[in-house]
């Protein structure tokens, strides 16, 4: 099945799931300017809380189109970057929280290898608003399975490699985000690759999504969660300055 993906997509999925925060932010905006006329801020500050709530409102938009609309993310040419063999014998995992918008590209790149498609999201944990809204839209990929992200159903050294893209952030507490990377090693072949795919808690990130960037981790905090979870080894690779891939083996 090939997706084709509308013209500023990533643009209006980030409008679409994070539409509270715009409607709060434009409230306030609205407030402030008209509060101005009440009170007469002082003009430098005045301009300066304008310029602030601007920037927050406008800036995600921005960074948004680039890195989901313009930079080829969707095109996944950083996975074919990673030469993972494609054989009738192998079998992946693409594992989200029921927002999924990379099982059939996948699929396109490795056509011969089995996928198999986990959905761990649980509504009493995993509550961000954001992501309820997604998944209320997103594609379901062919035999998609709900799972637990304490129990990965399926057995020892099992899986080629693990697919982690965008999604494992909607695991806020750090014992259940080890929890479930426990899981992935466990069915991971020691030969095999978990790849993960993140914003993370950095510089560059709070430049682009303000106070929304304590929505990721920081690359301290992923990296005490593998390597309570056994894993001993990773490699990063930016995508855009705002995108990390990391291979853990």
């Given at each position: 099945m090939e997706i084709k993906r509308r013209t500023?997509?990533?643009?209006?999925?980030?409008?679409?799931?994070?539409?509270h925060f715009y409607v709060f932010g434009f409230?306030?905006?609205?407030?402030?300017i008209g509060s101005n006329y009440i009170f007469s801020w002082p003009n430098n500050l005045y301009l300066l809380v304008i310029f602030a709530f601007?920037?927050?409102?406008?800036?995600?938009?921005?960074?948004?189109?680039?890195v989901y609309d313009?930079?080829?993310?969707?095109n996944l040419d950083w996975l074919k970057k990673i030469n993972i063999e494609d054989t009738k014998?192998?079998?992946?995992?693409?594992?989200?929280?029921?927002?999924?918008?990379?099982?059939?590209?996948?699929?396109?790149?490795l056509p011969y290898s089995k996928l198999q498609v986990y959905d761990f999201y649980n509504a009493n944990q995993h509550t961000e608003p954001a992501i309820i809204r997604a998944?209320?839209?997103?594609?379901?990929?062919?035999?998609?399975?709900?799972?637990?992200?304490?129990?990965?159903?399926?057995?020892?050294?099992?899986?080629?490699?693990?697919?982690?893209?965008?999604?494992?952030h909607e695991i806020r507490r750090h014992d259940e985000k080890v929890q479930f990377l426990r899981e992935c090693r466990r069915v991971c072949k020691p030969n095999g690759n978990v790849i993960m795919v993140e914003h993370l808690?950095?510089?560059?990130?709070?430049?682009?999504?303000?106070?929304?960037?304590?929505?990721f981790f920081s690359k301290k905090t992923w990296k005490k969660a593998f390597e309570e979870a056994?894993?001993?080894?990773?490699?990063?690779?930016?995508?855009?300055?705002?995108?990390?891939?990391f291979n853990y083996n």
């Open positions: 500023f997509q990533g643009v209006l999925n980030i409008l679409s799931f994070n539409r409230i306030a905006l609205a407030l402030i601007i920037y927050g409102l406008t800036m995600p938009l921005f960074v948004s189109a680039y313009f930079s080829g993310f969707y014998d192998k079998f992946n995992l693409n594992i989200n929280a029921g927002f999924d918008e990379t099982s059939y590209i996948i699929e396109s790149i998944r209320k839209v997103s594609l379901v990929y062919p035999n998609t399975q709900q799972i637990n992200s304490n129990s990965i159903p399926l057995n020892d050294n099992s899986v080629d490699n693990i697919f982690l893209i965008s999604a494992i808690r950095d510089f560059p990130n709070f430049v682009a999504f303000t106070i929304g960037f304590t929505h056994g894993f001993n080894s990773f490699k990063e690779t930016k995508f855009t300055p705002f995108m990390s891939i």
